[in-house]
């Protein structure tokens, strides 16, 4: 991996100080709002799955294409319209995004056939550029201390969305039928379009535009040991997370005595401890990115271990599994905005491309890590075989945080006092 050298010109790795922004900083409740327009979609249509596949007369493996294809798109749109927002600005590519996403939520209402509805459904993976947007607006309109905080903020939407999207999904199926969730959907992306042409104002025009191709760009990125170190922080602590939900239903599931409503509730304890860890990042913001990262990554491997421990002894109520579990998302709640601002930080005048390629290397990586696990995880009741392939993702993790918070002191190292940060 080669060492950069651009100047971090937007905030001051060291101090935190704040960027100068060109416009006025958007109000919160709007980036609030894009983050949770951008996984809503993801499963708030699940629980009509069987309808739209008898409405169809489709084979219900069919249908469930919706769901891979709109993954595959999703994480493309984040690489491309993160370095797209770097050429072009901010604003017109989110704009175009929740513009194209709602078109799609009408396609999806009005589909005739199986067709026409996949290939809208794929679509509205479009809104996956406002995730990226979102986050490069707050670091361009706060410094480094502020912008953590704002990013713990935001990501409580992005949090809460999917909890609700199901439920609020289901309402919509069983009293309008399932075309009513994608009506309810164009509506939320109309009004949130409305908010932002109103709100968003374009925050990269103090920034250097990208010189050379997006390939270009990319191998700055990935030639970086920081953009490295952040990025698999994130994907282990997303594999992590990927580890416990496709394995706790498994695990315990037969203790539950079949209740899928109570495995439900249960499971929701880990995004509650999402939305408690990122209100604690802003706790942090005295820190270093990289402190702040081994902080959330011991977290979850100290919550972890008195799981195993328990498991091993034969303990086997399913509070005993379900509350170290927390802390995986306590831990994920403070690495999500930390890991954010690391990778964006790399390079000053590569912010969108860094988040919208950080994010989709996370998805894949921690995908890549469950699928891994998941060979391990074949009986049911196999609780310390879950809990140990948890601790082993989680450690990964914190080796990778390690690693970021070493490369932040040597980096700060190299700087004389009140010197903007370099990226390395």
Same mark, same amino acid.
């Given at each position: 991996?080669?060492?950069?050298?651009?100047?971090?010109?937007?905030?001051? @790795?060291?101090?935190?100080?704040?960027?100068?922004?060109?416009?006025?900083?958007?109000?919160?409740?709007?980036?609030?709002?894009?983050?949770? +327009?951008?996984?809503?979609?993801?499963?708030?249509? !699940?629980?009509? /799955?069987?309808?739209?596949?008898?409405?169809?007369?489709?084979?219900?493996?069919?249908?469930?294409?919706?769901?891979?294809?709109?993954?595959?798109?999703?994480? $493309?749109?984040?690489?491309?319209?993160?370095?797209?927002?770097?050429?072009?600005?901010?604003?017109?590519?989110?704009?175009?995004?929740?513009?194209?996403?709602?078109?799609?939520?009408?396609?999806?209402?009005?589909?005739?056939?199986?067709?026409?509805? $996949?290939?809208?459904?794929?679509?509205?993976?479009?809104?996956?550029?406002?995730?990226?947007?979102?986050?490069?607006?707050?670091?361009?309109?706060?410094?480094?201390?502020?912008?953590?905080?704002?990013?713990?903020?935001?990501?409580?939407?992005?949090?809460?969305?999917?909890?609700?999207?199901?439920?609020?999904?289901?309402?919509?199926?069983?009293?309008?039928?399932?075309?009513?969730?994608?009506?309810?959907? =164009?509506?939320?992306?109309?009004?949130? /379009?409305?908010?932002?042409?109103?709100?968003?104002?374009?925050?990269?025009? @103090?920034?250097?535009?990208?010189?050379?191709?997006?390939?270009?760009?990319?191998?700055?990125?990935?030639?970086?040991?920081?953009?490295?170190?952040?990025?698999?922080?994130?994907? %282990?602590?997303?594999?992590?997370?990927?580890?416990?939900?496709?394995?706790?239903?498994?695990?315990?599931?037969?203790?539950? #005595?079949?209740?899928?409503?109570? *495995?439900?509730?249960?499971?929701? *304890?880990?995004?509650?401890?999402?939305?408690?860890?990122?209100?604690?990042?802003?706790?942090?913001?005295?820190?270093?990115?990289?402190?702040?990262?081994?902080?959330?990554?011991?977290?979850? %491997?100290?919550?972890?271990?008195?799981?195993?421990? $328990?498991?091993?002894?034969?303990?086997? @109520?399913? *509070? =005993?599994?379900?509350?170290?579990?927390?802390?995986? #998302?306590?831990?994920?709640? !403070?690495?999500?905005?930390? =890991?954010?601002?690391?990778?964006?930080?790399?390079?000053?005048?590569?912010? #969108?491309?860094?988040?919208?390629?950080?994010?989709?290397?996370?998805?894949?990586?921690?995908? +890549?890590?469950?699928?891994?696990?998941?060979?391990? !995880?074949?009986?049911?009741?196999?609780?310390?075989?879950?809990?140990?392939?948890?601790?082993?993702?989680?450690?990964? =993790?914190?080796?990778?945080?390690?690693?970021?918070?070493?490369?932040?002191?040597?980096?700060?190292?190299? *700087?004389? /006092?009140?010197?903007?940060?370099?990226?390395?």
């Amino acid at each position: 991996m080669t060492r950069d050298n651009s100047a971090q010109t937007s905030t001051n @790795h060291t101090t935190g100080t704040a960027a100068t922004p060109s416009a006025a900083v958007p109000r919160r409740s709007i980036l609030l709002l894009l983050t949770a +327009l951008s996984v809503l979609p993801v499963n708030i249509y !699940l629980p009509a /799955l069987p309808n739209i596949a008898a409405a169809f007369q489709a084979d219900f493996a069919l249908v469930n294409l919706s769901i891979a294809g709109y993954a595959i798109v999703n994480a $493309l749109t984040e690489i491309v319209a993160g370095a797209m927002s770097d050429r072009y600005g901010r604003r017109p590519v989110a704009l175009v995004a929740v513009s194209i996403f709602i078109v799609a939520s009408v396609g999806c209402a009005l589909a005739p056939n199986i067709g026409i509805f $996949l290939m809208f459904r794929v679509m509205q993976a479009a809104i996956a550029a406002c995730f990226c947007v979102a986050l490069v607006v707050i670091k361009e309109t706060a410094g480094e201390r502020q912008a953590a905080n704002r990013i713990g903020y935001a990501a409580m939407g992005w949090a809460i969305a999917p909890m609700l999207g199901p439920t609020f999904g289901g309402v919509l199926n069983e009293m309008f039928g399932w075309r009513a969730i994608f009506v309810a959907l =164009a509506l939320f992306g109309a009004a949130i /379009l409305a908010i932002s042409m109103r709100e968003l104002k374009e925050t990269s025009g @103090h920034m250097s535009k990208p010189r050379g191709n997006y390939f270009a760009s990319y191998g700055q990125l990935l030639g970086s040991a920081r953009f490295w170190a952040y990025t698999l922080c994130m994907a %282990c602590s997303t594999g992590t997370l990927y580890i416990f939900l496709g394995g706790a239903s498994l695990a315990v599931g037969g203790s539950l #005595g079949g209740s899928s409503a109570k *495995l439900r509730l249960l499971m929701g *304890l880990v995004p509650a401890g999402f939305i408690l860890g990122s209100y604690l990042a802003a706790r942090f913001t005295g820190r270093s990115l990289g402190t702040t990262l081994v902080i959330a990554r011991v977290s979850t %491997c100290t919550g972890l271990l008195p799981g195993l421990a $328990l498991s091993i002894s034969g303990v086997t @109520h399913v *509070l =005993a599994f379900f509350g170290p579990c927390m802390f995986i #998302g306590i831990g994920n709640g !403070l690495t999500f905005p930390a =890991a954010n601002l690391g990778v964006m930080s790399v390079r000053a005048n590569l912010a #969108g491309t860094a988040a919208g390629l950080a994010a989709a290397m996370s998805i894949a990586g921690g995908a +890549l890590i469950a699928s891994i696990a998941g060979l391990f !995880l074949r009986e049911e009741g196999a609780v310390s075989t879950l809990f140990l392939m948890l601790l082993t993702s989680a450690s990964l =993790a914190l080796s990778a945080a390690i690693f970021a918070a070493l490369a932040d002191r040597r980096l700060a190292g190299r *700087l004389p /006092l009140g010197e903007p940060a370099e990226s390395g």
